[in-house]
């Protein structure tokens, strides 16, 4: 027990909390700040105008008449009226889900940090898709799991490619990190061939399928996607309210199963009891007689959006550079030819204008380089239309 | 890769969410179930009546009025004027803290669980206080740490004999969990002279203090007592509203340091990314110009109600119980004579009416039966002096 004065001044952190360290959001900060006029195309967000803020306005005015009560601990799981609202919703996309194995959480981040803590012990493998959503990676690498991606193309998940990785792994995944509809960050969707593939191999094998839909509803062409969920009622679902109404309000949603509800209740409520009641009633009545057709509105809006993204991308775009077609969701990917970089490229892209994120924080090894993540939501068709050429300019200039 | 259909039918969960298994508060739902009639004095909640629900129902209709932006994703920190009105609070009980080292939480129980993940990993010693809090137990065993128990006594944590401890642990422990002022469960409070020693140790010794006080500002006998913090600035303050305003509000905070304050930032903001924004903000408008006087308020309601229980268990108890003093706070802890055990005794104390948390809940090892946490803030005076009655029958009746 004999330590030095400089040992003594920091406090010993852990191990676990270094993957949190490396985050894509400080730099855009800095780049924000490097070029304030420059336009952010890396976010996950509806745009401000869309919000119903009224609408949630009057939705908390009416929560608040519940009175005291509501002001006390309680409804561990959530709001019962609001978990019924969702547990109808699923049933639109085929997964018919007790509310009773619904669990309200601090939008679908929590989800997937509760998920973590209810599987991963130390050292165990977590499969996910490359590229994926780089927040999940953070949280797994904090749980000490090991990160195995799985490759994705424009089908989604390539669930041969899985088949072999699993032959290949010293032991057992506890489970897949997926998000099979409108993927983040590739935008593309998940081949109803391949989804029934991966649940078969994830009962065979005996892993679990943890899939995340925060923009399943956001469909453009047809009818929305039938959710991993509706083919095997032991998939963990993480849902959110945040692409659909607003993040700032944080209210997602865990549906599990009778199997595992009482795991994601104890973590939930060991770890900070439940969510805010005000904000989980003031949902449900936004929500209720409203949601679907404030959904139809918005998709119409992005999806005007995209095609002005694909029509810049096309127009703009040299030889050689490649994009996905989303079907739905806030992303597309777009990917250059062998020996471009854009982390390399991004202050450059920066001082033309456009802010977009680059792949390499999508991949659990970082080792992918060549692609970007742009979001078509958040922008009117003009400043996209304008920025695919601020694009064009900056891959020139390479 | 062979499995049975056995062992592939059951998700396997992960060691760390096992401690959340056992909790106290399904026992006390059967307990309730058992007698609807009977009264629980086990809680750690202001009573619905002492609720300012009108004053936070304005104040969340003025945090309506910053519009669609704080919708979005933003503030991780939590709303800075809300932690500015903390930070002038904390220097009230003598602690002078940057507001940008304060961290809005999800309740003080998300700060607990954020500070196990800042420090521990599997296998590091955590000292708490014997008895503790037992839902910080469940998170620092969730961590996978080593707790051990440091006794106290009607002056607070012994810290003589933390120095013994310290000398016989195998290695330097991470952090000492203490709630030095109306301490949960006993309601004692941490002598100045031992506040001084303990400060000194810990900074002899290498480990960090993590000091929650939910209860601090609910002093009844003379000025709120300096904090720990107010000694040693890189203590780590776990503070919240849920005492003094509302529990269902969700609304804490963690203050810690310029060196650590990163390290929270990013564990936060990895795990569900920032507080929901408009509760955030309406316990700002709500706190501002009103909460001083309502905490004075509730003191006066908690002195007469612990008055009460005090001549209660003075006029009823036979020889051989003891009991605590608290000046401040929700909580009194009884102790019975050798023999008696308070698990065992519960049951027929519910069938007579009485409610209380049986004392082995909040040991490490759960060693300790024969001692209650009593709650004393949340019944009328009439109420509790029946309640002690029928406490004293149930002694009787062994």
Do not use: C
Not at 66 to 81: K, N, T, W
């Amino acid at each position: 027990m004999t330590e030095t004065a400089q040992e003594q001044a920091a406090p010993a952190t852990s191990r676990r909390i270094e993957p949190f360290v490396a985050s894509v959001w400080p730099w855009v900060h800095d780049l924000e700040e490097r070029n304030p006029e420059a336009v952010f195309f890396g976010g996950g967000v509806p745009p401000t105008d869309v919000i119903p803020v009224d609408r949630l306005r009057h939705g908390s005015e009416r929560a608040w008449e519940d009175g005291a009560d509501i002001l006390l601990y309680g409804e561990v799981r959530g709001y019962r009226p609001l978990r019924e609202l969702i547990a109808a919703r699923m049933l639109t996309r085929g997964a018919n889900v007790d509310p009773a194995d619904i669990l309200i959480t601090n939008g679908a981040q929590q989800g997937i940090d509760l998920a973590a803590r209810v599987f991963v012990d130390p050292g165990d493998i977590v499969l996910t898709e490359a590229p994926t959503f780089m927040d999940a990676l953070r949280v797994f690498k904090s749980h000490e799991a090991e990160t195995v991606g799985v490759p994705v193309d424009e089908f989604g998940l390539q669930v041969d490619v899985l088949e072999t990785i699993l032959d290949q792994l010293p032991k057992r995944p506890k489970f897949l990190y997926t998000v099979p509809t409108y993927q983040n960050p590739m935008g593309v969707t998940m081949s109803a061939a391949r989804r029934r593939a991966l649940v078969d191999l994830s009962q065979e094998r005996g892993f679990v399928i943890v899939e995340d839909d925060p923009y399943g509803d956001l469909s453009f062409d047809g009818a929305p996607v039938p959710t991993l969920k509706s083919l095997d009622p032991d998939v963990v679902y993480l849902g959110t309210f945040s692409k659909i109404l607003a993040p700032g309000l944080r209210v997602g949603w865990v549906a599990s199963s009778p199997r595992l509800r009482e795991s994601f209740f104890n973590v939930k409520e060991g770890t900070d009891i439940h969510n805010e009641r005000i904000m989980t009633r003031a949902v449900f009545h936004a929500s209720q007689g409203f949601l679907d057709d404030h959904i139809a509105a918005t998709r119409e809006i992005y999806r005007r959006r995209r095609d002005a993204m694909l029509a810049g991308l096309a127009r703009e775009m040299p030889v050689g550079v490649h994009w996905t077609t989303p079907n739905g969701g806030f992303f597309l990917w777009v990917t250059l030819p062998e020996g471009y970089d854009t982390d390399a490229m991004l202050s450059d892209a920066t001082d033309r204008g456009i802010i977009y994120l680059p792949s390499s924080w999508f991949y659990p090894d970082r080792s992918w380089n060549r692609s970007m993540r742009l979001n078509f939501s958040s922008q009117p068709e003009e400043r996209i239309t304008e920025a695919m050429r601020r694009l064009a300019e900056t891959i020139a200039a390479v």
